[in-house]
């Protein structure tokens, strides 16, 4: 059965920095190579933040986050990270975990994702 649960969100100021984790259940780790970072603000429309393709290790990022972000995975644990830092009042949005069946060229911010997690709440304030 695939599971994901997200935590890590927080209020921070901008500039401030948080890492996000999204806990996978051994089945979603053991059959989902390509894994990654959505968010949506309040009135918008949901946006890929950034994703990795496991069997690989690419990593592919928004134009937004690029060389603020950082996604990561820890395979022991089953956990997927994403590392926020420099962070902006833009950036505050609900942060969703993502799972899906999908070759490693095709794990990219801009695909369509089947599972989710439930979402972690970032706030960015000035």
């Known amino acids: 059965q695939v599971q994901l649960r997200e935590s890590g969100g927080a209020s921070v100021q901008a500039g401030g920095s948080l890492r996000l984790s999204c806990a996978a259940s051994?089945?979603?780790?053991?059959?989902?190579?390509?894994m990654g970072w959505f968010r949506q603000a309040p009135g918008k429309e949901r946006e890929g933040v950034a994703t990795?393709?496991?069997?690989?290790?690419?990593?592919y990022y928004a134009d937004s986050v690029r060389g603020r972000f950082a996604i990561s995975e820890d395979r022991g644990e089953k956990t997927l990270y994403l590392q926020m830092d420099s962070l902006k009042p833009e950036d505050t949005a609900m942060y969703y975990c993502?799972?899906?069946?999908?070759?490693?060229?095709?794990?990219?911010?801009?695909?369509?994702?089947?599972?989710w997690g439930q979402g972690t709440q970032v706030t960015v304030s000035s």
């Open positions: 993502a799972a899906e069946e999908k070759p490693s060229w095709l794990c990219r911010p801009t695909a369509d994702f089947g599972y």
């Open positions: 051994e089945y979603t780790f053991s059959n989902y190579y390509c």
């Open positions: 990795i393709a496991r069997t690989t290790g690419n990593t």
